[in-house]
């Protein structure tokens, strides 16, 4: 694994090392992760997450993804704009999320400014997908190295700022690496990984939002 990045699962197929061999992390990389999403409250709800695990792991947001999912109307960003002080304290009291009162808030204000950018753009699928990066700013190999040397990168950056300037917060360039990751806006399975060449034609088959 330390040189190539790749893990062999008892199935015989190589996978990228960072669902390290855990069933539920297994079956988010090789069904999710990296797939194009246009949902916008699958869009949301990710970019939302992916606030509450800075500082934390993945694995540990993606197990209580339920619970967010309960404790934020679905992530219906409609919804969560409403939200008020007494869904902040119900939130605060639910111990199946983590119950961090900046991050409770920032996605209450996230879903204000995600209804804005759906009144402007049209969707947010259209908003996020108008940040996927060009061929020519996308590593040449996605290698081992070169994803462990590149947690962010330029897009990453300008969505950050765009991002913030809109109002949102919890949204760094790492945090918005992440979800470009996940949502599909690039493909960063490891060279050698089996869900790769499916994401590239996935990928090359997908209609952009527009």
């Not at 709800?45 to 309960?70: D, H, M, P, V, Y």
């Not at 961090?100 to 699928?125: C, Y």
């Not at 990453?156 to 700022?161: A, E």
């Not at 690039?186 to 088959?205: F, K, L, S």
């Amino acid at each position: 694994m330390e040189k190539t990045g790749l893990i062999t699962g008892e199935d015989g197929l190589d996978r990228c090392f960072w669902h390290v061999g855990l069933d539920d992390y297994r079956r988010y990389h090789d069904e999710e992760w990296g797939r194009p999403v246009t949902d916008d409250r699958r869009l949301f709800e990710k970019i939302c997450l992916e606030g509450f695990q800075s500082g934390l792991s993945w694995l540990t947001i993606l197990r209580k993804r339920e619970n967010f999912r309960a404790a934020f109307a679905g992530f219906d960003f409609h919804q969560v704009a409403l939200f008020d002080d007494a869904d902040i304290a119900r939130c605060l009291a639910d111990t199946g999320i983590v119950r961090h009162r900046g991050k409770i808030v920032s996605t209450i204000n996230n879903a204000r400014h995600a209804v804005d950018l759906e009144t402007e753009f049209g969707s947010l699928a259209r908003y996020f997908w108008s940040f996927e990066p060009s061929p020519q700013e996308r590593p040449q190999r996605m290698d081992y190295a070169t994803l462990r040397a590149n947690p962010t990168s330029p897009t990453s950056i300008r969505l950050s700022k765009d991002l913030k300037k809109r109002g949102w917060s919890f949204v760094g360039p790492t945090t918005v690496y992440a979800f470009m990751q996940a949502m599909g806006l690039v493909n960063d399975h490891i060279e050698g990984c089996c869900c790769r060449e499916p994401v590239e034609t996935m990928r090359a088959q997908f209609v952009r939002p527009a």
